[in-house]
């Protein structure tokens, strides 16, 4: 027993061995994780350290680069002066003998001859180097890099430093060695740095972007320095030219510095030749398909113009419509909008789509420049030149059409929209024709099915124009709002000939930029956000008090256009019935709840409210053949009409309202003449609006209306005596849905059980008195 008793202890004590020992491992496993991690994350903090402080000295480098050399070199003569005080005395003393005084003449002379033949050798070879490398460059550039100043200035000071350390071997005496050894050691390292310099400056005059920055600096230079001589004349021009009050007309131009420029026709020469040699950089460049080269060369010629529009000031003239005015002709700008026609027809017979896209962007930047140019009268908002340039950008595209290139017309209409847009910011008419473009670009994607990204991306363009123009500052847009609508109009009327595929969303998706209220970033979304703005707008709110102005000016005879989309929506079967059916009801509520807003006027109110009421009856004008009114009434038009009707009413806008009633009354008995369940749902969606205000006025009108409009309707009486049954069952069976499935389920919930329920039996009765005693049938 004894025995046994210890064998089980002995087992128990190795058993609780080995756990500690197991435990003790696991502790020391865990404890060199713990600080394998801690070790880990020391190391990565110190290299970010390093790299922070990396960082910041190669930013320092950058920014304070020449101060940095400077200082480096003081430091260098101050330590130089400081060691030429120990070791004059020392070298003296050393140099005595006329021996060795005769050999560090003889050591001079040959170091100063040895540069001077490096200096020669190193001249040649990087000369031939730079002017074999100078042959991709335009003729007229290659006298001018190949005669650089900086780098002929740095090979003539070398020659001139080993002409220094050479005559140094005619020290008179020893007193002088430690002069000369320490302004050879000078000389020495100073040629060696511009050495460096000058193999560093052969390699920028090779690298075109250099060239191409070197031929802008030079036109730079060149138009201030014309400018500051029309600056110093201005005093003696300005009395030859300044006129009588009455002939001036208003105008602001500097009279004196258009005088000098035009007496001084040559000024742009420079400029000219710069023009030229970077369209030819470009042309060449991608022709070798260095396209990073021509791009910047395309954004040099930007730059250029900015310049001369800069320099010019404001002796730019605008077209007169009575008489010809010769001033209003530029001919740098025209020469400059030739050069990137012919940079894109270059482009186009070679078929490089991406060159096409550099010229389309530099005639985008020339819209972009052009558009600053003052004209010097505040009666003309029009930019004549940006207008040209953009008709220039319109032309280019337009001829990319027969070569089949999507990619680079979808480019090409993007940039079209935005010099749209820019144009709108001076003068909202300016913009209307490139509308009129986007609009002929977008219709191709009825002609061909690859194209119709195109019409995508100009549908987007149109909607970004039309919202920008509501909000711009411009105080008559009524004219160019107009044009954008009748622009969009094209484009739908052209697209809709396409034909839609059954469940198929064509006409919907690429028309989605204007009309989709499902997908985000789009007008509708756009609309909405600045309406909530505006409703939420103080009474001195001027920006929203515009806002709302614009938006009645917008939505005038806006109902024009939407009833024959949407007719012809409807005739075409289309998809795009829906969008326009949720359109023409969201843009009616946008409407009344800007004319409700406290920033609005009391005419553009009172506008509003029109607009709204001719806009959402643009539904009346369905067809009510059986086809077309159930065709359309499957794409929501009861339940719009029901939202409108309800939203209207909600925010205190009675007539609109009231005019939804009616339209909705009508529109339910329209459908429902050959149906007796959607005629119950017409008249049960008609009780259901005039019970939320519980005004016993809409309820009277509703009794009294609901008759006439039944016999105007001609309906069978056995179709109405089907809704009526029905309407009964609805009123015994009445009660609110768990989870309502549309806004019509959602308001019965909200309304009084009791008074639909007798509003529904007096409907019945209304309009069939006859089935009044039936057994009402009961709903499960």
């Known amino acids: 027993m004894k025995t046994g008793r210890l064998s089980v202890a002995a087992s128990n004590a190795c058993s609780n061995t080995l756990r500690l020992i197991l435990v003790a491992r696991a502790r020391l496993r865990r404890a060199m994780k713990r600080r394998k991690t801690t070790a880990r994350r020391q190391y990565i903090l110190a290299h970010r350290r390093f790299e922070i402080l990396r960082f910041q000295a190669l930013n320092l480098k950058d920014r304070h680069r020449r101060k940095l050399y400077a200082l480096a070199v003081v430091g260098l003569l101050i330590a130089s002066l400081a060691t030429s005080r120990f070791i004059t005395l020392p070298l003296q003393l050393y140099f005595t003998p006329t021996d060795l005084l005769s050999s560090l003449r003889s050591i001079l002379g040959t170091v100063g001859g040895a540069l001077m033949g490096a200096t020669a050798i190193g001249f040649s070879v990087v000369m031939l180097a730079v002017q074999l490398n100078f042959a991709r460059i335009p003729h007229g550039l290659f006298r001018k890099l190949s005669s650089d100043f900086r780098l002929l200035g740095a090979f003539a000071s070398t020659f001139i430093l080993a002409m220094i350390v050479a005559a140094q071997s005619l020290i008179p005496d020893a007193s002088w060695a430690a002069f000369a050894l320490m302004l050879t050691t000078w000389c020495s390292g100073t040629t060696l740095v511009l050495f460096l310099y000058a193999y560093r400056r052969a390699l920028a005059l090779i690298n075109p972007l250099v060239q191409l920055h070197l031929v802008y600096e030079d036109a730079d230079r060149d138009m201030r320095t014309w400018a500051l001589r029309a600056d110093r004349l201005a005093p003696l021009l300005q009395n030859e030219h300044k006129g009588p009050p009455s002939r001036r007309l208003q105008s602001t131009h500097d009279m004196a510095r258009a005088a000098f420029f035009q007496a001084n026709p040559e000024w742009t020469a420079v400029s000219r030749r710069a023009l030229a040699h970077a369209i030819s950089f470009a042309r060449r460049y991608a022709e070798q398909n260095d396209y990073d080269v021509s791009r910047r060369a395309i954004v040099a010629i930007g730059a250029i113009n900015a310049k001369y529009a800069e320099v010019k000031g404001r002796t730019f003239f605008s077209h007169n419509p009575v008489f010809d005015n010769p001033l209003s002709r530029d001919g740098f700008i025209t020469e400059t909008l030739e050069h990137l026609r012919l940079f894109i027809q270059t482009a186009l017979k070679r078929g490089d789509e991406e060159q096409i896209r550099q010229g389309f962007s530099g005639m985008a930047t020339l819209v972009r420049v052009y558009a600053t140019i003052d004209y010097a009268n505040p009666n003309i908002a029009s930019k004549q030149d940006a207008q040209l340039a953009a008709s220039y950008l319109s032309g280019a595209v337009e001829s990319v059409i027969p070569h089949n290139m999507p990619d680079v017309l979808m480019e090409g209409v993007r940039l079209i929209g935005q010099s749209a847009q820019i144009l709108l910011t ?220 309800l939203h209207t009413a909600n925010i205190g806008c009675e007539e609109v309202a009231q005019a939804t009633r009616e339209l909705l009354l009508s529109w339910g008995l329209k459908v429902g003449k050959q149906n007796g369940f959607a005629l119950e749902k017409a008249l049960r969606v008609s009780a259901l609006t005039v019970l939320p205000k519980d005004d016993p006025l809409h309820i009277q009108w509703l009794k009294m209306e609901l008759p006439k409009k039944l016999a105007a309707q001609a309906i069978d009486q056995k179709v109405i005596d089907t809704a009526a049954r029905e309407l009964r069952t609805k009123a015994a069976s009445f009660r609110p849905r768990q989870f309502p499935t549309s806004r019509i389920d959602a308001a019965m919930q909200q309304v009084n059980r009791k008074k639909m329920t007798n509003l529904l039996k007096e409907i019945a009765d209304l309009i069939s008195p006859d089935t009044a005693n039936e057994e009402v049938r009961m709903e499960i």
């Open 426 to 645: 001076s003068n909202p008419n300016d913009a209307t024709s490139l509308a009129r473009d986007i609009a002929g670009f977008a219709s191709l994607g009825s002609i061909k099915e690859n194209y119709r990204p195109v019409t995508l991306i100009g549908m987007e363009q149109l909607a970004r124009l039309t919202f920008n123009l509501i909000q711009s500052n411009s105080h008559d847009i009524g004219y160019a709002s107009k044009e954008i609508r009748s622009a969009v109009s094209s484009v739908v009327k052209t697209f809709l000939t396409v034909p839609s595929e059954p469940f198929s969303s064509t006409h919907s998706s690429f028309l989605a930029p204007y009309y989709s209220l499902s997908k985000s970033d789009t007008l509708g979304e756009w609309l909405t956000a600045l309406v909530n703005k505006i409703a939420e707008a103080n009474v001195d709110d001027a920006s929203a008090k515009n806002s709302a102005d614009h938006v009645e000016e917008w939505s005038t005879e806006m109902y024009r256009m939407e009833k024959e989309l949407l007719l012809l929506a409807i005739e075409r079967r289309s998809p795009f019935t829906f969008d326009m059916v949720h359109w023409i009801a969201h843009i009616t509520k946008l409407l009344v709840t800007t004319a409700q807003s406290l920033a609005t006027s009391d005419y553009a109110t009172d506008q509003l409210e029109k607009n709204a009421t001719w806009l959402i009856s643009t539904l009346s004008w369905i067809p009510d053949d059986k086809e077309s009114a159930g065709f359309a009434d499957n794409y929501g038009v009861t339940d719009q009409l029901f939202d409108v009707s």
